[in-house]
């Protein structure tokens, strides 16, 4: 197949283009290189994929540039490019979130109304259900999204159904939970943490640490990207995907002092506007139709990331 990845960059983006070229598939990549976190940092992730004969990577912005050019041929658009972050969403910062998350996806899906996709895939977030007091949450679950970033993110997957139902762009919805592995952006918590032990500075934690997420090792959530991208029933859908790795953030720093064998040293910090108590995927609906099964638990994964830490700096 011919796949296009934006965002393909980052974190998850250049995890799932490697994938595909190890595969077999042709890859366009596009990233804009936003400065939201060092873009030398997202240009180190592409090395690899570089390499590749069957990968052309392309420096654009979603928001302003034509995008049908890039488009032709194309049977799979993986959309992953956004503003990240909850804590920084807010005031001054959010026209970035707007213009990131909002118009880029709808400019994107506008481009793809008339190309013959097989699939777009959105790249999601668990952000949206917010403080949802049902639990597990599955994807009927009633949003409430408490942060500027997650009403973006719920903004966008309703312009994917929006552009489903009356254009017929085959868009499926993926919900990420928590995602970790090799690349994490260094604003996200393990980075932080990591890089704060290998560097013998305090780690900083927000709240009293018994808040709790559901992590998902990035593999994981690439295997289900790409199911997402072919499985049958999948089109107009929406998917939780997550790790089955929920834990108190107090048990997570005892895991990792096993882990590091270190002794951390804790800096407590007040809670952060648009941070969640708990997150928790029921992942019954990605098992039964995409056959989404994470296979790698916190522990392994946590010590993989540990390692990436070590040799990245």
């Known amino acids: 197949m011919k796949c296009l ?16 070229l190890a595969q077999g598939h042709d890859v366009i990549g596009l990233d804009a290189l936003t400065p939201y976190y060092d873009p030398d940092f997202k240009r180190r992730n592409l ?3 570089l390499e590749h004969e069957r990968f052309q990577f392309v420096e654009i912005d979603l928001t302003t540039a034509p995008l049908a050019t890039w488009l032709q041929d194309v049977e799979i658009v993986f959309h992953l490019a956004g503003q990240p972050g909850v804590r920084r969403s807010w005031g001054p910062s959010f026209a970035g979130y707007t213009q990131n998350n909002v118009l880029a996806t709808e400019r994107l899906l506008y481009a793809c109304v008339d190309a013959p996709l097989r699939r777009f895939v959105f790249a999601g977030s668990s952000s949206v259900y917010g403080d949802a007091p049902e639990m597990p949450w599955s994807e009927t679950t009633c949003p409430r999204p408490r942060s ?12 994917c159904q929006a552009y489903h139902l009356d254009f017929g762009v085959p868009t499926t919805v993926v919900r990420y939970f928590t995602v970790y592995g090799p690349r994490q952006r260094p604003d996200m918590a393990f980075h932080r943490f990591f890089r704060a032990i290998l560097e013998q500075q305090a780690l900083p934690v927000f709240g009293n640490g018994l808040q709790s997420r559901d992590f998902t090792y990035v593999d994981d959530i690439v295997a289900g990207t790409l199911a997402a991208a072919t499985a049958d029933g ?28 270190t002794s951390l040293r804790i800096e407590r910090q007040a809670p ?32 993989r990331e540990w390692a990436w830490i070590q040799s990245a700096y």
């Open 148 to 159: 500027p970033y997650a009403i973006t993110k719920l903004a966008a997957e309703h312009l």
């Open 5 to 20: 990845v934006t965002g393909c960059a980052g974190f998850i983006g250049s995890h799932l283009l490697e994938k595909l």
């Open 272 to 303: 952060q506007a648009g941070d969640v108590r708990h997150t928790w995927a029921d992942i019954t609906r990605a098992r039964q139709v995409l056959g989404f099964q994470p296979q790698v638990d916190l522990t392994t994964g946590l010590r």
């Open 47 to 49: 090395r690899r994929a």
């Open 234 to 261: 999948a089109v107009g859908g929406m998917f939780n995907l997550g790790g089955g790795s929920r834990i108190t953030l107090n048990d997570l720093l005892t895991l990792m002092a096993r882990i590091t064998g």
